[in-house]
Antibody, heavy 122, light 108 residues
Framework: QLQLKESGPGLVRPSETLSLTCTVSGGSITSSASYWGWVRQPPGKGLQWIGT???????YYSPSLKTRLTLSLDTARSQFSLKLNSVTAADTAVYYCARQSLAAPGTPFDYWGQGILVTVSS | SSELTQDPAMSVALGQTVTITCQGDSLRNYYANWYQQKAGQAPILVFHGKNIRPSGIPDRFSGSSSRDTASLTIAGAQAEDEADYYCNSRDNSDDHLVFGGGTKLTVL
């Protein structure tokens, strides 16, 4: 059973860089049938796709975040990471990592992490 | 980029049928996926592709699509179906993804 878990600081100061890691277990991060995505949810609001990374290092970024966003893979640790720079209070959200299945019609996010709340505040 | 539009809130009487819709131009070309999110929990996939219900999802959940609109139907809604429901799909112009704004479903 594939499992994903987010980790990182829960508090980031404005203008600094938000860094999160997702650890994947029970499956291979190098699988050609998987993309690895980040989705966030501001308090009381809906889901927002942030971006997607896939082996060996291709990326797709949300147009609204691409100037501040970097996604990467660490195959040795079976992890993928998010870095979002110059954060503001508007980046406060629960951040989820998720697997996007290329083998399934619709290429849905079929496995999700539990989510991690990141607050941007001084 | 494309957008997906959902009704913000709907209600259904216990045991009755409700259909949640998702409208967007990209749905003319790509399937919608549907997620259920209960308070304080991560989303779970409840329907995807043309007609696929993941293992463990009750068969009262079904999906359909026509032109630019995808629908998720819950036949015989149960109290545990009270949740937020989100659709998602690919963007029409590129390889980006998009989520609908979500529908808060209340079971009366």
């Amino acid at each position: 059973q594939l499992q994903l878990k987010e980790s990182g600081p829960g508090l980031v100061r404005p203008s600094e860089t938000l860094s999160l890691t997702c650890t994947v277990s029970g499956g291979s991060i190098t699988s050609s049938a998987s993309y690895w995505g980040w989705v966030r949810q501001p308090p009381g609001k809906g889901l927002q796709w942030i971006g997607t990374v896939y082996y060996p290092g291709g990326t797709y970024y949300s147009p609204s975040l691409k100037t501040r966003l970097t996604l990467s893979l660490d195959t040795a640790r079976s992890q993928f990471s998010l870095k979002l720079n110059s954060v503001t209070a508007a980046d406060t959200a629960v951040y989820y990592c998720a697997r996007q299945s290329l083998a399934a019609p619709g290429t849905p996010f079929d496995y999700w992490g539990q989510g991690i709340l990141v607050t941007v505040s001084s | 980029s494309s957008e997906l539009t959902q009704d913000p809130a709907m209600s259904v009487a216990l045991g009755q049928t409700v259909t949640i819709t998702c409208q967007g131009d990209s749905l003319r070309n790509y399937y919608a996926n549907w997620y259920q999110q209960k308070a304080g929990q991560a989303p779970i996939l409840v329907f995807h592709g043309k007609n696929i219900r993941p293992s463990g999802i009750p068969d009262r959940f079904s999906g359909s699509s026509s032109r630019d609109t995808a629908s998720l139907t819950i036949a015989g809604a149960q109290a545990e179906d009270e949740a937020d429901y989100y659709c998602n799909s690919r963007d029409n112009s590129d390889d980006h993804l998009v989520f609908g704004g979500g529908t808060k479903l209340t079971v009366l």
